[in-house]
C-alpha cells in the first residue's frame, strides 16, 4: 500500500466543465442514476432500484440532520458586505441549546472578506413577524481559517434558530455556481432530515424517497 505522504493531491485533479454540473435535482429525486461496481463489472441502474442491488444483509446509517440557514450577510457602513458561515456553535456548546439562544451565541464561522472586517460590530435589522430585530455580530479569535464571532440581539423573545430563518441563507454547494433559490429549502433536505445541526446536505442522501425508504 502507497503511504500517505506519497500521495500527491494532484493525481485527484479531474476536470468538471460547468456544463456537466446539474443546477437543480431532478422533479423525482430516485430517478437519478445509480452507478454500480459489482465483480468488475459496471452496470448504469437507477436510484430507486437500489433495494434490489444491494445485498440483503446490507446496514444503511443515516444522517438525520437538517441543513441549516447557515449563510449570513452583513453590511459594513463603508459599503463592504461580510459574510459570515456559521460552522458550529462555540457558546452554547450544544446545537440545540444555541439554537435557543436568546439575546446572544457564539459561533465558530468562517468569513468572507475578511480584510474588510478588521474590528467593529457589524449590525443588520431584521423583520420578523412585523417586529424589527437589531442583529449583531463581534468577529472574535482565530481558529485556524474559522474565526469565533460573537452574535447578539435585541429580543429576549427571539430565539437564534428564528434569526437564522429570517436573516439567513441555505449554503447550497458553491460548485453549482448560482445563487439559492426558495426552492432549495425543500430540495437540499434529505427526506429522513429532523435534527437541526448540519451546514451541508449529506448528498448521497438526497437521492432517497419514502418509496425507497
Known amino acids: 500500500m502507497q503511504k500517505t505522504q506519497n500521495i500527491r493531491i494532484e493525481d485527484f485533479n479531474y476536470p468538471l466543465p460547468d456544463e456537466r454540473i446539474a443546477k437543480f435535482p431532478l422533479s423525482k429525486r430516485d430517478d437519478s442514476k445509480l452507478l454500480?461496481?459489482?465483480?468488475?463489472?459496471?452496470?448504469?441502474?437507477?436510484?430507486?432500484?437500489?433495494?434490489?442491488?444491494?445485498?440483503?444483509?446490507?446496514?444503511?446509517?443515516?444522517?438525520?440532520?437538517?441543513?441549516?440557514?447557515?449563510?449570513?450577510?452583513?453590511?459594513?457602513?463603508?459599503?463592504?458586505?461580510?459574510?459570515?458561515?456559521?460552522?458550529?456553535?462555540?457558546?452554547?456548546?450544544?446545537?440545540?441549546?444555541?439554537?435557543?439562544?436568546?439575546?446572544?451565541?457564539?459561533?465558530?464561522?468562517?468569513?468572507?472578506?475578511?480584510?474588510?472586517?478588521?474590528?467593529?460590530?457589524?449590525?443588520?435589522?431584521?423583520?420578523?413577524?412585523?417586529?424589527?430585530?437589531?442583529?449583531?455580530?463581534?468577529?472574535?479569535?482565530?481558529?485556524?481559517?474559522a474565526h469565533e464571532v460573537h452574535f447578539s440581539w435585541d429580543d429576549s423573545d427571539v430565539t437564534f434558530a428564528t434569526l437564522l430563518d429570517h436573516a439567513g441563507e441555505l449554503p447550497i454547494p458553491p460548485y453549482l455556481n448560482r445563487e439559492t433559490e426558495e426552492s432549495d429549502k425543500t430540495t437540499y433536505q434529505t427526506v429522513y432530515s429532523k435534527i437541526e445541526g448540519s451546514v451541508a446536505a449529506p448528498t448521497a442522501g438526497l437521492h432517497f424517497t419514502p418509496e425507497v425508504l
Request: aromatic letters at 10%.
Open 36 to 145: 454500480v461496481y459489482r465483480k468488475g463489472e459496471i452496470e448504469e441502474h437507477r436510484f430507486h432500484e437500489l433495494p434490489k442491488v444491494l445485498p440483503a444483509d446490507s446496514l444503511l446509517v443515516f444522517n438525520n440532520t437538517r441543513v441549516i440557514q447557515a449563510r449570513l450577510h452583513f453590511r459594513k457602513e463603508t459599503g463592504a458586505l461580510i459574510e459570515v458561515f456559521c460552522l458550529e456553535p462555540l457558546e452554547p456548546h450544544e446545537y440545540s441549546l444555541s439554537f435557543q439562544s436568546t439575546g446572544s451565541c457564539s459561533w465558530l464561522c468562517l468569513v468572507g472578506n475578511l480584510k474588510k472586517w478588521k474590528n467593529g460590530v457589524l449590525t443588520q435589522s431584521v423583520n420578523i413577524d412585523g417586529k424589527t430585530v437589531n442583529f449583531c455580530a463581534e468577529r472574535g479569535l482565530p481558529h485556524g481559517n
